[in-house]
């Protein structure tokens, strides 16, 4: 990895920091709800993609590659309709 690289990805995760830190300035956070539920702002994507981001750790992913492997692809399921409920209604 050379400079121009670190040089980039800082200036990359900087440009995405300030970005959102504008964004968030124009949501009223001063309620519970509003802190909460990110003054109604948020779409239903969003909360499903933190909600699957969330159950995503390294362990899940090298250790379910492992048993992926072994028994096949549905193993990978649960962490795709965790968020969702897809199947256990």
Do not use: H, P
Request: aromatic share 12%; net charge positive; glycine share 16%.
């Amino acid at each position: 990895m050379n400079w121009i690289s670190i040089i980039l990805f800082i200036m990359v995760v900087c440009g995405i920091s300030f970005y959102a830190y504008l964004q968030s300035r124009k949501i009223k956070t001063n309620s519970s709800d509003g802190y909460f539920m990110g003054g109604n702002s948020l779409t239903g994507f969003t909360v499903a993609s933190t909600i699957i981001m969330t159950n995503l750790s390294t362990e899940q992913i090298v250790g379910q590659n492992g048993q992926s492997y072994a028994q096949g692809m549905e193993v990978m399921a649960l962490v795709g309709t965790a968020g969702g409920g897809g199947g256990f209604r």
